[in-house]
């Protein structure tokens, strides 16, 4: 078993080179290849923009960093598989020389779980602050209709009262 087998092809996350000039795929892993759903000549011919959703291609440049640096990690950004399936991931790469060319090593971890969970901790976060603001417009009417209810009765010279039943109690 060489090196290239056992620190690439048998590493479990998604990796590729890709030649950062023409962004072609320079050579690609098998657990690449399972989660894209592509053969390796297919993923070959490829380029990266190629595994991009049609609508972040014009973003791209700063989704993948600058070729200027060495070490790039992304937040989360989304990829196509084969299918059309849309999924987000999280990059790390690095510039390396690949056969004379100038490319990038990268492997990506998907994170669509962590991306759909922050979204909807979002949303709950946006939902009690509307119920917060909700309730406390309420409490501020509240205390404006009792304010109104002991105004009059200090005009009137009346008051309210309560009593309930079940226990006697008279308010």
């Known amino acids: 078993m060489n090196e290239r087998e056992v620190f690439f092809e048998r590493h479990p996350d998604p990796i590729w080179i890709y030649d950062l000039q023409t962004l072609e795929f320079l050579d690609v892993n098998a657990a690449a290849l399972a989660v894209y759903g592509y053969e390796r000549q297919e993923f070959l011919a490829l380029k990266l923009t190629d595994i991009r959703p049609p609508e972040d291609v014009p973003a791209f440049p700063e989704s993948i960093g600058t070729a200027n640096h060495p070490l790039f ?9 084969k299918s059309g399936e849309v999924f987000h991931v999280q990059v790390a790469a690095q510039t390396i020389d690949w056969q004379g060319r100038r490319a ?3 492997s990506i971890r998907a994170v669509s779980r962590s991306v759909q969970l922050e979204a909807e901790r979002e949303g709950l976060l946006q939902r009690e602050a509307a119920l917060r603001r909700a309730a406390e417009e309420a409490a501020e009417q509240l205390a404006d209709q009792n304010a109104n209810l002991r105004t009059v009765q200090r005009l009137i010279g009346g008051g309210a009262w309560k009593y309930e039943l079940w226990s006697g109690r008279l308010t």
């Open 104 to 106: 990038k090593l990268v």
């Open 73 to 81: 990690e992304s937040g989360p950004l989304r990829l196509r598989r």
